[in-house]
């Protein structure tokens, strides 16, 4: 990793059958080899995930199970990945999503893969540290930052918007590591980025809500920002005890 602007990076998104990466199927896979300059190369392809596609996940990405039949399947598609991703930072909006789909295709398959442990960039956990979308979506951060609309919701026109979004987000960077080390750690929220209270700054969410929320399967900077207001609530509790010596009579 060296200068942000020199760096050579693969922006990746996947469209599954669903949500859930035990159950459900990659059917389309966009790659793109690019810098800051420009695109290097770029691969895409729809994927035969040999299952029906549910409808409500045709209404999202309108790939249909005609549109997937006769392509290859994901077992034919993962060397390719594996050679064009190569040593290059992997890009992308939630991309550990991604990653997860990709290694579970290859378990599934018996096809060794080291992309769980491949360095990757976040674009949503970048967006939440510039923190002036008021929503962190990448069709959101598209409107944000005034980038031309690419068409329908599918893998390539995803990722030629995320690129360009990277390059907004990585703009107050020298280097890929600065960003890689910043990222290590975890970002506080300003609203509750799903759920019932979604939309909702955490000092506004009952306390209930919030004990409930911190034992769920969120990621790390849910979690963090979720720990962090229980433990404010906890301090004002105490404090307030401290200063009002009938509190308990």
């Not at 398959?109 to 970048?126: E, F, G, M, Q, V």
């Not at 031309?148 to 960077?173: C, P, Q, S, T």
């Amino acid at each position: 990793m060296g200068l942000i602007n020199k760096d050579v990076f693969v922006c990746l998104d996947c469209e599954t059958t669903g949500l859930e990466v035990d159950k459900d199927r990659i059917i389309e896979i966009a790659m793109v080899r690019f810098n800051f300059d420009g695109t290097i190369d770029a691969f895409e392809t729809l994927i035969d995930p040999q299952m029906v596609i549910p409808e409500v996940s045709i209404a999202i990405h309108h790939i249909n199970d005609q549109m997937v039949k006769g392509k290859p399947k994901i077992a034919e598609i993962m060397p390719k990945v594996f050679e064009f991703v190569g040593k290059s930072i992997i890009v992308g909006h939630g991309i550990t999503n991604d990653i997860a789909f990709l290694c579970a295709a290859a378990k599934q398959h018996n096809i060794p893969c080291k992309l769980a442990s491949h360095p990757y960039l976040d674009t949503l956990r970048l967006a939440r540290l510039y923190g002036e979308s008021p929503i962190n979506s990448l069709e959101k951060l598209r409107q944000h930052f005034n980038i031309a609309e690419e068409g329908a919701h599918r893998a390539m026109n995803d990722v030629i918007v995320n690129i360009e979004v990277f390059k907004y987000l990585a703009r107050n960077y020298k280097t890929t590591e600065q960003i890689v080390n910043r990222l290590k750690s975890p970002i506080q929220l300003k609203t509750m980025p799903l759920g019932k209270h979604k939309g909702r700054a955490f000092g506004e969410i009952p306390v209930e809500y919030l004990r409930w929320a911190v034992n769920q399967n969120f990621d790390q900077d849910l979690l963090f920002s979720l720990k962090t207001e229980l433990k404010k609530r906890n301090k004002g509790s105490h404090f307030g005890q401290a200063a009002n010596p009938f509190a308990n009579l």
